[in-house]
């Protein structure tokens, strides 16, 4: 094998050095020099963005196994932009005492998770696919248990390998189904078998399905979801619902296109069911949320809901539309969480009742809220707006109205709870308001990023044109 | 530049200094000088549009400038101006201009009321402008979503309240909207070629029948519901009165006229006959908001109440006017449009100031303002009184226009219709004279009142400019009738096509 082929996992050895580095520093750093290394960490994980952007040659290797084309490619440097603003976002956090002594811990775990995702992204085989998902799974359930003095968070730590060792039984399950009937794991050999489906194809395609829908919680595989989100540290959360959730809803999205493209007649009724009922449920039970975390956990799973809207047209501007939207979603997300872990770090006030009257004395994190949640709503001129727009604009390709016109109420009903965090920033009036404060550098600069993501985005007609060729060629 | 782009341009650029404003008073006057230079473009617009008509350009849209948005999907920035539009664009910087300056004594967080107030008139500079549905679709929403803030935060009442039913309701018919538009979408290119959110080129294409009439009621009502139709109007009592004066002006002034507008423009327009055949549903349903919202103000005591529901009852002779399908009565209903805007940004705007003076609204605990604030009462009077239709001011044109032309219609049910409409003028006259006996007439209720000043002058800047707008309208109707007459021949002639 050639160094060139080997260079088509570029993004994936990259992040292999990096983690590498961070154990290095671990090993041979004492005391208070840990500190140092978040600057350098950020610095060097910025340059791996900036790589991931330089030109790359595209095929396969390890006989099929590992495939990179130009979709890949966007994928991960999607994940990459999202993992750099909830690194720069988390820097703040792990800063304090009773973190900073394994802090490099968490940036070994959250790069292995990453490389776990790039490769279940690129994976060719179901069992690549199985190994990427494992990878990315079970680093994180340590990251969610990190605050080991919290009962908490080592409640969602248990939780969620519990949950996900589950899924991954009925994953498994579903694979090895596909692999009775078809003798071979690879994608495009099981793709062959689908002309002709087998009966126990459909009933493999339903384990398949109900083990995905627990990784990227959709109702009803969704219940984990809220304990999780609310008891894991706000850096893990914002990963979880954000980077998780996208390099899941992609891999989804293209297995289901890829090998399951010819089975789409059966799909597209579950996908149908569950997009309703992941809107509305995840909707109504944000509603009732007082604790951000959790409140931004179910409005997670419903946005999970719409991009299911973007699968269910099983075309080119579908996945193209999913993966734009991906890309808004973690502008959007990431700069609503950064506001709540500043809040939190400062002030440990995590209620929607204890942002009474933020914006009298945070005017600026007031904004970029306000901003964040009209994003998530779809409210133009932000970039939800478009997201949104094209992912029904898909969903209208197939001719399913009536789907869209629920989406679209659904949106309006996530308008209202977004629109309750509002009011209490800019219109309820507070006693004891979070004080006047500034958080530190990588903070800023993180919300500062998704910010403008979420501003520029949409008016740059290009990118989503960019995206939609990729995908053409896919 | 485009002249076009420029009404959206001045706009944004007013927000932006408003950010770097030091104090109230620069705050109030950078916007002052941006709304001023909004209407002198505005009257630039209107004089460039008329001489380029009369040197015989006769294309539907003047001023056309394209930019591609988003390639592969085919979704422009595109815009273009009618006679009608043209007619819009006016009014709107007529109310935005005089809605500045009844504003000019908020002083609880000025520079977030007025930004939001100037964001909220670019999405409806930006509506009215747009001849591509994506882009009409987006302004449409940024004109909804500040009025969640605008009445939440500076509004009175039962603010909170009123202010989540407006968005929440808004959003539902955009909802709805969404749905008839991308069903627009993925039937403007029948023959295989790339499909477009250009009003023109689907105005171009026939829609196969049963397809329109799936889309046609999601357009219809989705644009319905921001004019107020009968069931879906009940955001706007509660929405008008808790809002701050400016943004009833705005909101009952411009952009209830967008749900109007919209109706007119893309669900009649672009879906033709299912208008045709489904018009007698709506009818009835205007039909209703017409004499429903009239009886309503009848029974209200609270000032701003009556003139919400009295609004219901003219935004549904909009929608009346351009049901019925025939060029009178549309032309009647674009007039109707701009009167019914100016006269009510009026009365809000008299109402915001009497409240400001008395501190209250409910017409029972006032009296005999009339001999303490002459010039306002004077207002109210001629306010009211174009509201009743009296011949010579605006409301008469375009009541009497839609009329005569529903009466066209040789059928019984149009007739019918017609009729029990038309006493919804009667009933007009009754809250209207009512409102004035016991408010400007009779003794004075309150010791207090005697203090009362009259108008200053930023209260009578707005008010003359109101005033005299009215009067120009139903003095010289025809100018008007002449500016929208042309651009209404496209429509009217596709509804009529398939008589």
Redesign the interface.
């Known amino acids: 094998m050639q160094i060139e082929t080997l260079l088509l996992m570029r993004h994936e050895m990259v992040l292999v050095i990096i983690a590498l580095i961070a154990l290095f520093y671990e090993i041979f750093s004492k005391g208070n020099n840990k500190q140092k290394f978040i600057p350098i960490f950020i610095g060097i994980y910025f340059i791996n963005t900036i790589i991931g952007f330089l030109p790359q040659s595209e095929g396969t290797i390890f006989g099929g196994m590992f495939v990179l084309s130009g979709v890949q490619l966007i994928m991960k440097n999607v994940l990459n932009i999202g993992v750099l603003i909830v690194l720069m976002q988390s820097a703040g956090w792990l800063k304090k005492a009773e973190n900073k002594d394994n802090m490099l811990e968490f940036f070994v775990l959250l790069i292995s998770t990453q490389i776990g995702m790039d490769y279940m992204i690129s994976s060719g085989d179901f069992l690549m696919f199985y190994l990427g998902l494992e990878l990315a799974t079970i680093p994180i359930a340590i990251l969610a248990a990190y605050e080991r003095n919290k009962s908490k968070s080592a409640e969602a730590g248990i939780k969620l390998i519990l949950s996900s060792a589950l899924s991954s039984g009925i994953l498994l399950f579903g694979i090895s189904i596909f692999y009775m009937i078809s003798g071979s794991i690879y994608f495009d050999e099981v793709a062959t078998f689908m002309v002709n489906p087998n009966p126990l194809m459909a009933l493999g395609l339903v384990f398949f399905f109900a083990g995905m829908s627990f990784k990227i919680s959709l109702v009803p595989f969704h219940l984990w979801t809220a304990d999780v989100y609310e008891g894991a540290p706000i850096s893990v959360t914002s990963y979880l619902s954000v980077i998780s959730k996208a390099a899941a809803a992609f891999i989804f999205t293209m297995i289901l296109f890829k090998v399951f493209g010819q089975l789409a007649y059966l799909w597209k009724d579950i996908i149908y069911v569950l997009a309703v009922l992941t809107m509305t449920v995840g909707n109504l039970f944000a509603m009732r949320q007082q604790n951000l975390k959790r409140f931004l956990a179910f409005s997670s799973i419903a946005q999970a809901g719409f991009i299911l809207l973007g699968i269910i047209s099983a075309d080119k501007i579908g996945l193209t539309a999913v993966i734009y939207f991906a890309l808004v979603y973690i502008f959007s997300n990431l700069a609503a969480f950064g506001v709540v872990g500043a809040v939190s770090n400062f002030s440990g006030k995590e209620t929607i009742k204890e942002y009474n009257g933020l914006y009298k004395t945070n005017p600026k994190l007031s904004l970029v809220m306000m901003l964040a949640l009209f994003s998530l709503a779809g409210i133009p001129p932000v970039a939800g707006f478009f997201g949104k727009f094209f992912l029904f604009t898909s969903a209208a390709q197939g001719g399913y109205y009536w789907l869209i016109l629920i989406a679209v109420l659904n949106a309006t009903i996530s308008l209202y709870y977004y629109l309750l965090v509002i009011r209490a920033m800019f219109i309820e009036s507070n006693e004891t308001p979070v004080p006047n404060f500034k958080s530190d550098f990588f903070m800023r600069t993180g919300i500062v990023i998704s910010v403008l993501g979420i501003f520029i985005i949409g008016f740059i007609g290009p990118i989503w044109d960019y995206i939609k060729v990729v995908v053409d060629s896919f | 530049m485009n002249i076009l782009s420029l009404l959206v341009l001045v706009p944004v650029l007013t927000v932006a200094a408003i950010l770097f404003a030091k104090d109230n008073k620069q705050t109030r006057l950078f916007s002052a000088v941006g709304m001023s230079i909004q209407l002198i473009l505005s009257a630039i617009l209107v004089y460039m549009y008329v001489t380029e008509r009369q040197a015989g350009n006769m294309d539907q849209m003047l001023f056309v400038k394209d930019f591609?948005?988003?390639?592969?999907?085919n979704?422009h920035y595109t815009v273009g101006v009618d006679g009608i539009s043209v007619a819009m664009i006016a009014l709107t910087s007529v109310i935005i201009f005089t809605g500045v300056f009844t504003s000019w004594e908020v002083l609880n967080l000025h520079r977030e009321f007025f930004i939001s107030l100037i964001i909220l008139s670019t999405g409806v500079f930006g509506f009215f402008i747009s001849i591509d549905l994506?882009t009409m679709f987006?302004?449409y929403?940024?004109a909804v979503?500040p009025m969640?803030?605008l009445i939440?935060?500076w509004g009175s009442g039962k603010k909170?309240y009123s202010a989540?039913k407006l968005?929440?309701m808004l959003?539902?018919g955009?909802?709805?909207l969404?749905?008839g538009l991308?069903?627009i979408?993925?039937h403007s290119a029948p023959d295989g070629g790339p499909l477009t959110m250009n009003l023109l080129e689907i105005a171009k294409v026939k829609i196969p029948l049963d397809v329109q009439k799936?889309l046609f009621p999601?357009t219809f009502i989705g644009f319905g519901i921001l004019g107020a139709l009968f069931p879906f109007h009940t955001w706007s009592p509660d929405g008008h009165a808790s809002a701050p004066t400016a943004v009833s002006m705005l909101h009952a002034g411009v952009l209830m006229k967008l749900g109007g507008y919209g109706a007119f423009r893309v669900a009649m327009y672009l879906l033709p006959d299912a208008a045709n055949e489904l018009s007698w549903i709506f009818l009835i349903l205007t039909g209703l908001s017409v004499v429903y919202g009239a009886f309503g103000a009848v029974f209200q005591k609270d000032l701003k109440y009556i003139n919400a529901y009295s609004s219901v009852s003219h935004c549904g002779l909009i929608l009346f006017g351009i049901l019925m399908v025939t060029k009178t009565a549309m032309t009647g209903a674009i007039i109707q449009m701009i009167s019914h805007g100016i006269m009510t940004a009026l009365f809000f705007a008299l109402i915001g100031m009497i409240y400001g003076r008395t501190h209250t609204r409910m017409i029972n605990e006032m009296g005999g303002l009339m001999k303490v604030i002459p010039f306002l009462g004077v207002a109210y009077v001629i306010g009211g009184l174009a509201s009743l239709g009296l011949p010579g001011l605006s409301g008469f044109v375009a009541e009497m226009m839609i009329f005569v032309g529903s009466y066209q219609h040789p059928d019984v049910f149009h007739r019918t219709l017609t009729i029990i409409a038309i006493t919804a003028i009667v009933i007009t006259a009754v809250y209207i004279l009512r409102v004035v006996g016991i408010l400007l007439l009779g003794p004075i209720k309150n010791d207090h009142y005697l203090e009362l000043k009259d108008a200053k002058w930023w209260e009578r800047l707005p008010i003359i400019t109101l005033i005299l707008s009215i009067a120009a309208i139903g003095v010289a109707p025809f100018l008007l009738v002449d500016l929208i007459g042309f651009s209404l021949d496209p429509v009217v002639e596709k509804l009529l096509m398939i008589h």
């Not at chain 2, 591609?68 to 999907?73: A, D, G, K």
């Open positions: 591609v948005w988003f390639e592969s999907l979704f994506f987006l302004f929403e940024i979503i969640y803030l939440g935060i909170e989540m968005t929440l959003m539902a955009s909802a709805l969404m749905v991308l069903g979408y993925m799936f999601f």
